[in-house]
């Protein structure tokens, strides 16, 4: 994978974001302050502009494009999350992705997540789709599936994970406020992290 794939990976999360804005709000709304659906489309369509404009020619530049972008355009809690995850993603980064090179740059985002969020399984973020997802995906390669077949496993963790987070209450974040009452309603976060391992499917072959 060069850049131009993953510039593709981008394009297609941000997609993805735009279609799913409204559940996005509607599970903010549910449990936290309806604004992850309109903070990440903003900071995803400031992403798509930016990487339009000049298109970074390294994995490294591209995820270090994506991840200061989603800094300083997501509002709450998930812009520092995810632009944290796509820094680390960027440090990670080899010249050409492979598919245990794409294993290592995800983990680095989970890495990231946790350092920022000092998150646990359990707590009801995204990080319970995204931890499955990464360990879903290591797992994959290293029973030796090929790449496509071992990142739509990460995409099945993680949609599982994301489902798992419906009876949670949440112990992090906003909707930590609401105790017992946040359970019945998916995360949004674990909701629009497992858009980005679907759009990784839709666009990245090895
Ligand atoms: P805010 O809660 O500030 O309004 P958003 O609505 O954009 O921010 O994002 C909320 C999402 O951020 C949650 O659904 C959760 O997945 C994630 N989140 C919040 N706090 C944490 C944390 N400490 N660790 C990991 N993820 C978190
Ligand atoms: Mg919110």
């Known amino acids: 994978m060069d850049a131009a794939a993953l510039n593709a990976w981008m394009h297609e999360f941000a997609r993805l974001i735009a279609e799913n804005t409204a559940k996005l709000t509607e599970l903010d709304s549910a449990i936290g302050d309806g604004d992850h659906g309109f903070n990440m489309d903003r900071g995803l369509k400031a992403v798509v502009q930016a990487l ?28 520092p999350l995810y ?17 245990p090179g794409f294993a290592k740059v995800l983990r680095a985002g989970l890495d990231g997540v946790v350092a920022r969020g000092k998150c646990v ?15 879903a995906l290591d797992a994959g ?10 990142l739509q496993a990460a995409v ?13 209450a949440a112990r ?3 909707a930590s406020y609401l105790g ?12 629009s992290v497992t858009l980005l391992l679907v759009a990784a499917a839709a666009t ?3």
Not at 83 to 99: E, H, I, K, Y
Not at 156 to 168: E, L, N, Q, S
Not at 180 to 191: F, I, N, V, W, Y
């Open 52 to 79: 339009d404009d000049e298109p970074p020619d390294t994995p490294s530049a591209l995820f270090k494009r994506v991840g200061m972008t989603l800094i300083s355009k997501v509002g709450g809690a998930s812009g």
């Open 83 to 99: 632009g944290t995850a796509f820094l680390r993603m960027s440090a990670a980064a080899d010249t050409s992705v492979d598919g």
């Open 121 to 135: 399984a359990g707590d009801k973020t995204m990080y319970d789709a995204l931890a499955p997802a990464v360990d």
């Open 141 to 150: 390669l290293a029973e030796g599936k090929d790449f496509p077949a071992a």
């Open 156 to 168: 099945d963790a993680a949609t599982a994970g994301r489902d798992a987070t419906v009876p949670m």
């Open 172 to 174: 992090k974040g906003r």
């Open 180 to 191: 017992e009452r946040s359970a019945g309603h998916a995360d949004p976060g674990a909701t």
């Open 204 to 206: 990245l072959t090895d």
